[in-house]
């Protein structure tokens, strides 16, 4: 039985506009209209399904100067819900994105809305219900470290200190939580050794090797008593630990999310104590890679008008393969008659030739695949190969990247 339900979404971005054209009805960009329907049709979901609460984990916008457009669109979905619902929102990072030291965020508006609520600060929000939210805004650096002594440090060393300044308020949060109810945490923060995505096929890096930022530790967020841990910031939908994930951005932004599935979090707390969390999927718009050439998708000499593999409403690039020739006008009018946005053309970029003892990893080779490959490279015998399949998994799941087996009190569901 259900005792509480709660919807969580973050990384709306409604201003981000990249890949998109000026739609003339609108007289806006047809990306920010997309992430505007992806926010509607979670707003949408909160006004009929009425749950306890809304949580809103950041980056509502692009940066810290939206268009008055952008604002009045994320005030649009928030005045869909009912006031009977209790919205929570943090800020991401991008409400501070060329913020003046001191100044207040956008996201302050819509704080005088009676049911919602801004937290600038990590905080303990108990509902009516007796649920507890633990509400982490991003770990700003300049505002959680001005007291400190900055002199002597380096960029790297203020972002950790900024993340144990936010560890340790967690853990603060943490001590609050009347541990005979349940207990919920989100925000929007760098977890652990969470991957983000490429615009190039199986090319996922760690977090830690791309941005610098204060990173929290998986341990921190993935705890008793927390049933749940929900964050924004990293786009890309990902469970992490026990209980913690990314939910992922409700529509895709770039090529990079071509084949990910987007959604909103709708979390159900049973009688019992089970959390269970659904993603519930949105009209994200859709990326497609069309390759030309190389054997995948289409040859150089298709007939473009019936052979183009896209769907209507599509955005779509095309990679012509090494020395490949196309004609470019019968390309474009085919896209025009499929209803595709064409964003351009590139050509793939020579294969490097293999070295003797190279072994040869596709795009899209997952950790174990690559490690099996070696395997047979090394020309390791059975019980060697299986030690170190079981020893790589064992890292793997530590690395927080795959969940291990056992996922805890938090089980998966997928939508239909
Ligand atoms: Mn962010």
């Known amino acids: 039985m259900t005792v509480a339900k709660l919807v969580y979404t973050a990384d709306i971005h409604i201003n981000a506009g990249r890949w998109g054209r000026l739609d003339p009805g609108t007289n806006r960009n047809d990306a920010h209209n997309s992430a505007y329907r992806c926010w509607m049709a ?31 669109m994320v005030a649009d979905g928030l005045k869909l819900v009912p006031c009977s619902v209790p919205v929570i929102i943090v800020p991401g990072n991008h409400e501070y994105l060329g913020l003046p030291a001191r100044h207040r965020h956008v996201l302050r508006h819509y704080a005088e809305l009676p049911n919602v609520t801004v937290f600038d ?22 505002h959680l470290v001005s007291e400190l002594d900055l002199g002597t440090q380096n960029p790297d060393e203020i972002d950790d200190m900024v993340a144990a300044l936010t560890v340790e308020a967690i853990g603060g949060l943490a001590e609050r939580v009347d541990p005979s109810r349940p207990a919920i945490l989100f925000g929007h923060a760098t977890i652990g050794d969470a991957v983000v995505g490429s615009a190039k096929r199986g090319s996922e890096m760690s977090i830690r090797a791309v941005f610098h930022e204060p990173v929290l530790p998986i341990e921190a967020v993935d705890e008793e008593p927390w049933s749940a841990s929900l ?22 932004i770039d090529f990079s999310e071509e084949g990910e599935e987007k959604g909103f979090a709708v979390v159900d707390i049973a009688a019992d104590g089970t959390v269970t ?56 009018s085919a896209a025009r008659s499929h209803g595709v946005y064409l964003t351009g053309m590139s050509r793939q970029p020579l294969q490097r030739e293999l070295k003797a003892g190279q072994v040869a990893v596709s795009e899209g080779t997952s950790m174990t695949d690559g490690l099996d490959l070696w395997i047979i490279k090394e020309g390791l015998d059975q019980v060697t190969a299986n030690q170190v399949r079981v020893e790589a998994r064992r890292y793997i799941a530590q690395l927080g990247i795959i969940a291990p087996d056992k996922a805890g009190a938090t089980t998966e569901k997928k939508a239909a």
């Open 42 to 72: 979670v707003c949408q979901y909160v006004a009929d399904t009425k749950p306890d609460a809304f949580m809103v984990g950041g980056d509502l916008f692009a940066n810290a100067r939206p268009s008055p457009e952008s604002q009045e």
């Open 121 to 142: 600060e990590p905080a303990l929000h108990t509902l009516t219900n007796g649920v507890q939210l633990g509400s982490v805004p991003w770990p700003r650096r300049p």
């Open 231 to 252: 964050w924004g910031h990293i786009h890309k939908a990902q469970t992490m630990g026990q209980r913690s994930r990314y939910v992922g951005s409700p529509d895709r």
């Open 277 to 332: 969390v659904e993603t519930v999927p949105t009209p994200a718009r859709r990326f497609r890679t069309v390759r030309i050439g190389d054997g995948l998708d289409m040859g150089p000499e298709a007939d473009y008008d019936a052979d183009l593999p896209v769907e209507e409403g599509e955005i779509v690039r095309v990679v012509l393969a090494p020395g490949v020739e196309v004609d470019e006008t019968a390309l474009r």
